[in-house]
């Protein structure tokens, strides 16, 4: 397992930090990019979908932003169900997902 040390903490505060402890790259990760693709497939309809990686690129925690005509008339508790349900094989590998769901407003 590879860290790195903090070396610009005083020297009595230095952490090791593990790779995944942050991020330093803007672009997607390749989890996000697979989570991405997997929501398009599964909601077509879907006129937003923005999927970070929120546990510093490890792939151990999903934010996701979805809006799409599929939740109309759905709780939300409904709208998230379906969510998991699709990404039911890659969440079984992750600590959790924060899923913010919405309707396209007209």
């Not at 903490?9 to 390749?30: G, K, W």
């Amino acid at each position: 397992n590879v860290a790195w040390l903090d070396a610009s903490a005083p020297r009595n505060r230095r952490l090791l930090l593990r790779p995944c402890a942050q991020r330093m790259f803007a672009s997607q990760t390749e989890g996000e990019l697979r989570v991405t693709q997997i929501l398009k497939d599964k909601f077509p309809r879907a006129t937003a979908i923005k999927v970070t990686d929120i546990s510093g690129g490890c792939g151990a925690l999903y934010e996701i932003q979805i809006e799409s005509e599929e939740f109309k008339e759905k709780r939300t508790v409904q709208q998230h169900r379906m969510v998991n349900q699709a990404l039911k094989e890659v969440v079984k590998g992750m600590h959790g997902l924060w899923i913010f769901s919405s309707v396209p407003k007209h």
